[in-house]
């Protein structure tokens, strides 16, 4: 069946140190969503992303989705205590969304 | 403007018991969802409606059905809860939705969880 698989899992940082988080499908998709959630809270959508090789930008955060439409990746320069939370990538196939296991990100000040 | 709403926060329901977990959004959109969040699974669909009188499986539907009340409400119903089903369900909606297709305004926004253990 369809599967997102994201990695890491975890990841702990420096503040100040990079991040980057990867998402992979094993079909292609329509699009892909990337949404952060702090502990303890909801999913908040962060940025969607439809072109194959599309690239966005917002502020530390670049999202790029890949050629093939089948993986993408968040990176964040310069990493903030504000930045902790889960990132989850979701992509859409057809009518639903995968969402992948997300990513943990722990920011040591 | 609340967004979307759910209730109850939390639950404790024994086995084999039944409950409806409530949903409503106030963003006039036409999808809703029904997710659950288990630790290291990440968020799976439970159901789905497209739009308002239509209802659809996602990846994990056995043990739950749902209603698409009207275009505000999706409830989600236990009718015989198992100790399997203890997870946080999140429901979600989105402006738009056509099959196949990628839209702008396919963001989902998210209420904020129900969390529900089965004894």
């Known amino acids: 069946g369809q599967q997102v698989m994201q990695i890491p899992q975890y990841q702990h940082v420096q503040e100040g140190e990079d991040f980057t988080t990867y998402c992979n499908s094993s079909?292609?998709?329509?699009?892909i969503q990337w949404y952060k959630q702090r502990p303890g809270g909801h999913p908040v959508f962060l940025i969607q992303l439809v072109k194959s090789g599309e690239v966005k930008k917002q502020k530390r955060l670049t999202f790029q989705f890949g050629e093939a439409k089948k993986n993408s990746s968040l990176h964040i320069t310069a990493t903030q205590t504000t930045d902790v939370g889960t990132y989850f990538c979701a992509g859409r196939t057809g009518n639903q969304f995968y969402f992948g296991t997300g990513t943990s990100l722990t920011v040591i000040p | 403007n609340a967004g979307v709403t759910q209730t109850p926060k939390f639950q404790v329901l024994k086995t084999g018991q039944s409950m409806t977990l409530q949903c409503a959004q106030d963003m006039n959109h036409n999808s809703m969802y029904w997710y659950r969040q288990d630790p290291g699974m990440g968020l799976r669909l439970i159901y789905y409606s497209a739009s308002e009188g239509t209802t659809d499986k996602g990846e994990v539907p056995n043990g739950y059905n749902v209603s698409r009340l009207n275009k505000r409400e999706f409830s989600l119903r236990l009718e015989s809860a198992a100790p399997s089903q203890t997870s946080v369900y999140f429901c979600?909606?989105?402006?738009?939705?056509?099959?196949?297709?990628?839209?702008?305004?396919?963001?989902?926004?998210f209420g904020p969880g129900t969390r529900l253990t089965v004894l």
């Open positions: 079909t292609t998709l329509s699009n």
């Open positions: 979600a909606s989105s402006e738009a939705f056509l099959a196949g297709r990628a839209l702008r305004t396919d963001t989902q926004y």
